[in-house]
Nanobody
Framework: QVQLVESGGGLVQAGGSLRLSCAASGGTFSAYAGGWFRQAPGKEREFVATINWRGDGTYYADSVKGRFTISRDNAENTVYLQMNSLKPDDTAVYYC?????????????WGQGTQVTVFS
C-alpha cells in the first residue's frame, strides 16, 4: 500500500511559478508510474502529466505542455511538478497518483491534493 502526500501548493500571481512535490511511503514507489491530475471548481478531474517508473518517459496534457515539467527522484520516493508561466485557468486542486500502468490507464493510489490558486 502506497501513501502519497502532496505539498507546495499556494497562491501565485499569473506568470509565476510553483513546484509541487509528492512524497511516497509504504511501498515500492519506484515500481510505479507517477502522475499529476487537477480538479477545478465545478469541473471534473483532468489529467495533467505522467512519468514512467524509470523517469525517462513523460507525457503532458496539451494545456500544460511547454509550461509544466514532471520529474521524479526514486531515491527520495518523490515526484515533482514544476509549473511555470502559470495562468488563472491553472487554478485547481492538484492530485498526485501512482499506478502500475500509468496514463491512459488507471492509477492505483492517490494523494489528498494541494490547492493551487493563480490570480491575475
Amino acid at each position: 500500500q502506497v501513501q502519497l502526500v502532496e505539498s507546495g501548493g499556494g497562491l501565485v500571481q499569473a506568470g509565476g511559478s510553483l513546484r509541487l512535490s509528492c512524497a511516497a511511503s509504504g511501498g515500492t514507489f519506484s515500481a510505479y508510474a507517477g502522475g499529476w491530475f487537477r480538479q477545478a471548481p465545478g469541473k471534473e478531474r483532468e489529467f495533467v502529466a505522467t512519468i514512467n517508473w524509470r523517469g525517462d518517459g513523460t507525457y503532458y496534457a496539451d494545456s500544460v505542455k511547454g509550461r509544466f515539467t514532471i520529474s521524479r527522484d526514486n531515491a527520495e520516493n518523490t515526484v515533482y511538478l514544476q509549473m511555470n508561466s502559470l495562468k488563472p485557468d491553472d487554478t485547481a486542486v492538484y492530485y498526485c497518483a501512482a499506478g502500475s500502468v500509468g496514463w491512459p490507464g488507471t492509477y492505483d493510489y492517490w494523494g489528498q491534493g494541494t490547492q493551487v490558486t493563480v490570480f491575475s
